[in-house]
C-alpha cells in the first residue's frame, strides 16, 4: 500500500512600503517578511503485514476436506484405472507394431490393417481420457467451492483481527518467515466451525419478551 503525498502551494502576500513625511524623519522601511516556512514532510507509510496461507494443504488437512477427498476416490478412482490400463495397453500394442514393421521391412494389408485399428482405439482412448478429466473437474469444483468460500471467511476473519494488509498463497511466495504462516490456525478454526463449517454453533432462537404482569386491582 502506497501513501499518497498531497503537496499545496502558497502564496506569499507582499506588504507595500509606507513612506513617512519628510520632517526630520527618516523614511520608514517595509516591515519584515516572515521567513517561508519549509513544507512538513509526509508521514511515512506503515510496513505493510503479509501472512501466508497454503491453500492446498488446508483443503486436504481439514476434516471435510479430508472427506471430500475419500469421495472423489470413491467416485473416481475405479474410472481413474480404467483409463492407466487402457493407456498402457496401447503402449504395448504401439510398441509391438513398430517391432513387426521393422522385422517385415515394409507394411502389407494386415499389418496396415492393425495400424488402421490400433488408431481408432487409440483415439476412442484420447477422447475416454477428456471427458474423465472434465468429469472430475467438475466434480472436483462441485465440492470444494463451498469449502473454499468458508475458508476465505476464516482469512478475512485473521486477517482482520491480527491487522494483515495481505494474504498470499504459499505456491506464490518464493521464500517467508514461518511466523507468517497462517495455515495451521486456519484449518484449526474450520475444524471448529468457524467460517460456517462443521460444528459452527446454531443461532439460538430468540425468546419471546416476557409478559408484564398485570397490575393489581
Same mark, same amino acid.
Given at each position: ?23 526630520? *524623519?527618516?523614511?520608514?522601511?517595509? @516591515? ?10 509526509? &508521514?511515512? *507509510?506503515? &510496513?505493510?503485514?503479509?501472512? $501466508?496461507?497454503?491453500? %492446498?494443504?488446508?483443503l486436504r488437512e481439514t476434516e471435510e476436506g479430508m472427506r471430500i477427498e475419500a469421495n472423489l ?24 507394431? %513398430? ?10 494389408? *494386415? ?21 474423465? %478429466?472434465?468429469?472430475?473437474?467438475? /466434480? ?5 467451492? &463451498? ?6 471467511? $476464516? ?42 463449517? /462443521?460444528?459452527? &454453533? ?6 419471546? @419478551? ?8
Amino acid at each position: 500500500m502506497s501513501a499518497v503525498v498531497r503537496a499545496a502551494a502558497s502564496i506569499a502576500a507582499i506588504s507595500a512600503l509606507l513612506l513617512a513625511p519628510e520632517v526630520n *524623519a527618516q523614511p520608514t522601511t517595509a @516591515p519584515a517578511q516572515p521567513a517561508p516556512t519549509a513544507p512538513q514532510a509526509a &508521514p511515512a *507509510a506503515a &510496513p505493510l503485514r503479509i501472512a $501466508i496461507l497454503d491453500t %492446498q494443504k488446508v483443503l486436504r488437512e481439514t476434516e471435510e476436506g479430508m472427506r471430500i477427498e475419500a469421495n472423489l476416490r470413491k467416485l473416481f478412482d475405479s474410472k481413474q484405472a480404467d483409463i492407466l490400463n487402457k493407456q498402457k495397453s496401447l503402449t504395448q500394442e504401439f510398441e509391438d507394431l %513398430q517391432k513387426e514393421e521393422k522385422k517385415k521391412g515394409k507394411t502389407d494389408a *494386415a499389418l496396415e490393417k492393425k495400424k488402421s485399428e490400433f488408431e481408432q482405439k487409440y483415439q476412442a482412448y484420447q477422447q475416454a481420457a477428456v471427458e474423465f %478429466q472434465k468429469e472430475f473437474a467438475r /466434480k472436483q469444483n462441485e465440492l470444494y467451492n &463451498p469449502m473454499l468460500q468458508k475458508v476465505g471467511a $476464516i482469512v478475512k476473519g485473521i486477517a482482520q483481527t491480527d491487522g494483515f494488509d495481505i494474504v498470499i498463497d504459499k505456491q506464490a511466495a518464493i521464500h517467508f518467515r514461518r511466523d507468517l504462516d497462517i495455515t495451521e490456525r486456519v484449518i484449526q478454526a474450520y475444524n471448529a466451525g468457524e467460517g460456517g463449517g /462443521k460444528g459452527a &454453533p446454531k443461532p439460538q432462537p430468540k425468546k419471546a @419478551p416476557e409478559k408484564a404482569p398485570a397490575p393489581k386491582k
